[in-house]
Nanobody
Framework: QVQLVESGGGLVQPGGSLRLSCAAS????????MGWYRQGPGNQRELVAS???????NYADSVKGRFTISRDNAKNTVYLQMNSLKPEDTDVYYC?????????WGQGTQVTVFS
């Protein structure tokens, strides 16, 4: 079992910054990839940024150059640094961790970009 707790969302003006945190606990040794997703249109969550064991990272085209995913292995925490935020970034952001058995999701944290 893996538990994920997100934090760091909030209300920010366009051009501002936020840093999201996702703390993992439980059986974290089996995690091979973690990522940040947002709800997007409809009911399909879309990938924002992720890392895979071996330090490979990938980003949605819409956030390249603005968002950075990082991790602190000692704290079992993954971060999403979001800079130059745009109104279209407004969404609920979810942390996901994957093992070979299943995916684990956090509860989501709201990011609102509004002037």
């Amino acid at each position: 079992q893996v538990q994920l707790v997100e934090s760091g969302g909030g209300l920010v003006q366009p051009g501002g910054s936020l840093r999201l945190s996702c703390a993992a606990s439980g059986s974290t040794a089996g995690i091979y990839t973690m990522g940040w997703y947002r709800q997007g249109p409809g009911n399909q969550r879309e990938l924002v940024a992720s890392w895979i064991s071996g330090s490979k990272t990938n980003y949605a085209d819409s956030v390249k150059g603005r968002f950075t995913i990082s991790r602190d292995n000692a704290k079992n925490t993954v971060y999403l640094q979001m800079n130059s935020l745009k109104p279209e970034d407004t969404d609920v952001y979810y942390c996901r961790a994957s093992t070979i058995i299943k995916h684990y999701w956090g509860q989501g944290t709201q990011v609102t970009v509004f002037s």
